[in-house]
Every structure is written in C-alpha cells, then in structure tokens.
C-alpha cells in the first residue's frame, strides 16, 4: 500500500467514530472511489468492518465506548502484521518517548514484582529513594495508604513516577523490622544510565542495559574513564550486551561506529529497492584498537544485535555467549496527530555488513559458553527464547530458523561463566583453544 494509501485509510478508520449511517456511507463510498485506483480488493472489505462497527454500537447489551472500539480495531489490524507492529494510545506514547529519553520525574528505584508486592531491586545512587533510605529487598505495599496489592508492576510503577518535586509515601515491609513503616521521598528528575562500567584487572568492562538518546555519549565517557582508570597495560575491553532488549536505530549505530574505522555498519531495506540504506562507519576508534569482546545472550535483541553483528562482520570483536535472540527488523513510530497517539509499524528488516539476515535467526556467537542453571532452577521448564517462537513472526531469509537461548545470566559475578572466560580470553590465560561444548566446563574449572 502506499504511503498516500495508507494515510488515507487510516483518516477514514480514525473518522468511524461518527454515528449513524456515516459509518456505511463513509466505507461504501470510499470502496466505490477505490475502484478505479485498483484498491477495490482491499477497500471493499471496509464495508465489513463498517458493518460490523455499527451492529456492536447498535445492538450490543450495553453502550460501547466508541473510542475504545476503533482503538481496538487499530490495534488488532497492527498486531495481525506482526509482533512488534502495534497502536500506541496518548499516554502509551508519552510513555515510549519518556523511556527512550531515558529521563523522567520519579523516584529512582529498580523494582520487580514478587507475591504480588513491589520488591526493590536497588535504589539507583544519587536519587531520592537512596536519600530517603530506600534499600535492597525493601518490600512496597501501599503508595499515600492505597494498598497496591492487585496492581501490575505497570500500573505500580506507573503511580510512583510524577511531577518533579511532588511528595508520595511508601509504605516499606523490610526483613528485620516488626512492623511496616512510612517514607516520605519526594520526586525528582531521575536520569536512566545506559552504560555503566567498572574495572577487571586491567581489563575495562562496559554494561550497555539499552540504548537510548545517550547511549553512545555515555559509552564515549565510560571508555574515557577506563582508560585512565586502568592506563598502561590495558588489556581490552568487554561490552556486556546480555538481555540487552534493543532501543534506537541510531544508537546502535553510533555505538557500532565508535569501535570501527571504516566500512558499512548495517544495511537496512525496506518494501521497496528505493527504501535500501546504508549506514557507514567514520574513521576514530574510541578504544585506540584495543582488544574487545561482546557478550551476548537469548536476551540480547534488536539494536544490541546491530551492534553485535556488525563488529563480528569486521571481525573487530570476538563475540562470546550464547545465541542472540533474532529480532532482524525494524520499527518507525508514525504519530498520528489530533492526540491519536501513534502506530509503530515494522517498515524494514535489516542486514549485518556482510548481508546476513538475522530475522528468527540470531547472532551466533564466535565461542559459545553456556550459562550454568543454578540446582533450584534445573528441575524447572526454563523456556528458550526467540523471535522464531513467536506468534506471526516475520520470516526469516535463512534455510533454518532458531528458537534463541537462554537468558539467564547469576547476580554473583563468581558464577557468571561468561563473563569469566571473556576475562580469562583477554588476559589469555586460557588452558586451551576453546571449544563451544566445553567452554563452559573449561572457564568453571579454571
């Protein structure tokens, strides 16, 4: 469909809210118009949907919400395309926006859910939950007395961020103290830190968690301070990518580019030949071609493959982990105006340098180490992840698809077998030339 096309049809979808016979006379008319342009096929099926539309605000039992219904149907033609096409409502936008800025009014704290209660994971430093004395494995059961038992972590989280300098209470469980208590923390501008590192050795490791508006300048700082940090006799540098889920396009390119001189960096192509572009490197190598390896995992997607793909084609990197997790297109976020929100739309897949395709294939690594499951998780179904095991997936352009690895990835670094070979690996202390199945075995026995 063409870009003219689809504007068009989703003015027309967005407009059915009308009342009445509007609704047929705006489908039927339009299919009649559609006609002579070829589209028939395509518009004489909004006549169904029309009709459809009308006989639910009709004769339903109870009164629809008219936005609620077209929202649904947008929502619904989206995801029948594939899994990451989808409608993005007012507030779900804003949200997206707010998380690729990577900045927003809050609190500062990593939460997850457990039982049903908020737990906290850490308070992020500097904030105002580490002021306020907030600390790991605190358990959060009411926000200003309002139990959140029942609440999704969303809908949690979605209560404790709000206006800069605006108060709320938490009402905090912790191990060791009788009874529940009350803290006061008052919001502030909470900034997400993509990058984070600290030294090995002489080794400089570097966590890229997502990749957001400042992804690649952070990355530009954390190097910097490593190479200081660590000065002569530095070894290389390890980029952890692991349940890396992905985030801006550019990103992931300006942070491909950071590493390489020269040479293409990803190559992206649409419906159309005209729609093919190339990204390139430009020449400045911001660790002085030091030693680098990537580690990736199941949960390295999107963006962090790029990444990942495009220093394995130049061979700037040796990659190790496990299987990465397949996602090989792309997604553009076409606001709709009128405070419609917007649709993300996959409207391209993209390729390594070389031309692979790594749609429901993944980046395999170069040394593949396993990640040892800890006792109470091996009786456990831990299921592999993917994009090939997704529901209407785009296919992929290899002979083979591959259902990805695991993600899982130990809080204790003793235990953390990958990122101990990769240490291992760059201070070349390695017994023998790794091999895939041993891997593993070898790093745990070392």
């Not at 605190?138 to 999704?152: A, K, M, S, V, Y």
């Not at 909470?190 to 957001?212: L, M, N, T």
């Not at 889920?245 to 990803?266: C, K, M, N, Y």
Request: aromatic share 4%; charged share 25%.
């Amino acid at each position: 469909m063409r870009k003219s096309d689809y504007a068009f049809w989703m003015f027309l979808v967005l407009s059915l809210a009308a009342a009445g016979t509007t609704v047929m006379n705006l489908t039927r008319n339009h299919a009649a118009i559609a006609a002579s342009n070829g589209n028939s096929d395509i518009y004489r099926q909004l006549d169904l949907f029309g009709d459809v539309l009308e006989r639910v605000r009709s004769q339903y039992v109870e009164k629809p919400d008219d936005k609620k219904l077209i929202e649904s149907a947008v929502n619904g033609m989206l995801t029948a395309l594939d899994p990451h096409s989808a409608y993005l409502d007012a507030k779900s936008f804003r949200d997206m926006q707010v998380q690729t800025k990577g900045e927003f009014g809050g609190l500062g704290i990593e939460v997850t859910m457990e039982k049903g209660v908020v737990k906290v994971v850490a308070p992020i430093d500097g904030t105002p939950a580490q002021r306020a004395g907030i600390q790991s494995g605190d358990l959060i059961t009411h926000l200003d007395n309002q139990e959140i038992i029942g609440l999704n972590l969303e809908e949690a989280v979605e209560k404790m961020r709000g206006p800069v300098n605006s108060p709320i209470v938490l009402t905090i469980v912790r191990k060791g103290v009788e009874e529940p208590f009350d803290v006061k923390v008052v919001r502030d501008i909470i900034r997400i830190k993509p990058v984070k590192s600290r030294v090995e050795g002489k080794i400089g490791y570097i966590k890229i968690s997502a990749f957001h508006q400042r992804t690649n300048q952070t990355l530009k700082e954390e190097v910097a301070k490593l190479k200081k940090q660590i000065g002569p006799g530095l070894k290389g540098f390890i980029i952890d990518l692991r349940n890396n889920p992905g985030g801006l396009l550019d990103q992931a390119i300006a942070v491909s580019d950071s590493f390489l001189e020269r040479g293409a960096v990803v190559l992206t192509r649409g419906r159309n030949a005209e729609e093919t572009e190339r990204a390139n490197a430009k020449p400045g190598d911001i660790t002085d071609r030091a030693k680098l390896v990537v580690l990736v995992n199941g949960g390295s997607a999107s963006a962090s493959e790029i990444v990942a793909g495009a220093l394995q084609d130049h061979k700037r990197a040796t990659i190790i982990g496990t299987r990465t997790f397949g996602k090989g297109s792309v997604q553009t976020i076409i606001p709709l105006g009128n405070n419609n929100g917007a649709i993300r739309l996959t409207t391209a897949r993209y390729y390594t340098p070389s031309g692979r395709s790594i749609q429901a294939l993944g980046i395999k690594p170069d040394i593949v180490v396993e990640q040892p499951l800890p006792e109470e998780m091996k009786n456990k179904k831990i299921r592999t992840r993917g994009e090939a095991s997704l529901r209407g997936h785009l296919k992929g352009e290899a002979e083979k698809e591959e259902a990805g690895s695991s993600s899982y990835v130990p809080r204790d670094r003793s235990k953390d077998a990958q990122l101990n070979y990769a240490i291992k690996f760059l201070n070349g202390t390695l017994t023998a030339k790794a091999n895939p199945k041993k891997a593993a075995a070898e790093t745990k026995a070392n």
